[in-house]
């Protein structure tokens, strides 16, 4: 046995061993569209995890991480979709902010905000889009101004996971009043337990609510607590979403292979697989997904893994809408209907018509793909 299969062996085997008990209740819950679900037991779940040294796994050893390799995170996160695992709830601390303060934070904000996030008492959320800057970071118009030993922040956010159970939250503002796109923003560390900081859940049509409008209005924090030099934020932010599709995203295929052989399942005991065309596409959906695995497999941790992030983001995206409207053409009339609440496939079907949209839309990952990978011209812009 290689090392390698040792070490799935151990992953497998405690994961085995402790998604007993209470902890066996929450197996498959959480995940997009499903924050709500038994969020303080997955939180005891988190802490669990992190008592074990099973959090921060990629992260260097004198970090609290246990300096895992890619192809080890790579094993874990299969295990851990293959045991029906929930949901984590520190990804935003753990799998987005910790490796960027690794890669460009100074060692006090290392020493302040590291531990806090590998043993899950400190969460964290994204403030990137804006009302008038989605998809497009660099237009957004929250400010920041300098007031003595303090940064005050002023404007809106929206579409802010979780940002209503969060301790802290990682911005792009803009601090060079005046300036334009990429120029003139900063990376702030932002407490949100403070005077000046309003959360505003928005509704969804899965009927969740993880998502939020988050209104600043003259909130501070530490002038230290800029990650990176002031008026280089792009940069940072840029960095940020490098670390954004990791590892992890083989782990995610597992759940969408687990709900494709599901939809499988639910089409040959309906009788919906003799229909040839619907075959047709469930065998082009099993073929799409060998790809995605292969591709992802091929770039994690390439030297254009930046670029090649897009392109998964792309390829991922439009997969997992089309299987919801796949799962729509094996219901049938069926899918229409409800009684009072929406069944798993309905909602796969809702919330999948987002995966396009957040996380950078499908027209900003071509605008990256077609820029930076085949050069072609940018994108006229007014």
């Not at 687990?258 to 309906?270: P, S």
């Not at 998964?312 to 439009?318: C, D, G, I």
């Amino acid at each position: 046995m290689t090392p390698l299969e040792e070490f799935r062996a151990t992953v497998r085997e405690w994961l085995a061993d402790n998604l007993s008990g209470d902890f066996a209740a929450l197996r498959g819950l959480g995940g997009p569209g499903r924050e709500h679900e038994a969020y303080d037991e997955r939180m005891e779940w988190d802490r669990h995890l992190a008592a074990a040294g099973w959090t921060c796994l990629g992260w260097p050893v004198e970090y609290g991480g246990r300096g895992a390799s890619i192809e080890e995170r790579v094993v874990f996160h299969e295990e851990y979709a293959r045991a029906g695992a929930p949901a984590r709830v520190s990804h935003f601390g753990e799998e987005l902010l910790g490796p960027t303060l690794i890669a460009l934070g100074t060692p006090e904000q290392r020493r302040r905000f590291l531990p806090p996030i590998k043993r899950v008492e400190e969460l964290w959320c994204q403030g990137y889009s804006e009302p008038g800057a989605g998809s497009d970071l660099a237009s957004v118009s929250t400010s920041a101004v300098r007031d003595g030993d303090e940064w005050v922040i002023t404007g809106q956010k929206v579409w802010t996971s979780l940002a209503h159970l969060a301790q802290w939250c990682f911005a792009v503002v803009r601090t060079e009043p005046g300036s334009i796109r990429h120029a003139g923003l900063s990376y702030l560390l932002i407490p949100m337990d403070q005077p000046g900081v309003e959360m505003r859940p928005i509704e969804q049509l899965t009927g969740g609510s993880e998502f939020n409008e988050v209104f600043f209005s003259a909130a501070r924090t530490a002038a230290s607590h800029v990650v990176g030099p002031v008026g280089e934020g792009w940069r940072v932010a840029m960095t940020t979403l490098g670390f954004e599709r990791g590892a992890a995203t083989l782990g995610q295929q597992v759940g969408f292979r687990r709900e494709l052989d599901a939809l499988v399942t639910l089409a040959r005991d309906t009788g919906a697989l003799d229909d040839p065309v619907l075959r047709d596409k469930l065998t082009r959906a099993r073929i799409g997904l060998d790809v995605m695995r292969w591709h992802a497999l091929r770039t994690i941790g390439a030297d254009n893994a930046g670029e090649g992030a897009s392109v998964t983001k792309l390829v991922w995206a439009n997969w997992h809408r089309g299987l919801g409207e796949l799962a729509m053409d094996v219901l049938g009339a069926a899918g229409m209907a409800t009684d009072g609440g929406l069944s798993e496939w309905q909602r796969l079907f809702l919330f999948t018509r987002a995966d396009t949209i957040y996380g950078g839309s499908d027209e900003i990952q071509r605008n990256i793909i077609a820029e930076r990978v085949l050069g072609l011209p940018k994108e006229a812009r007014a």
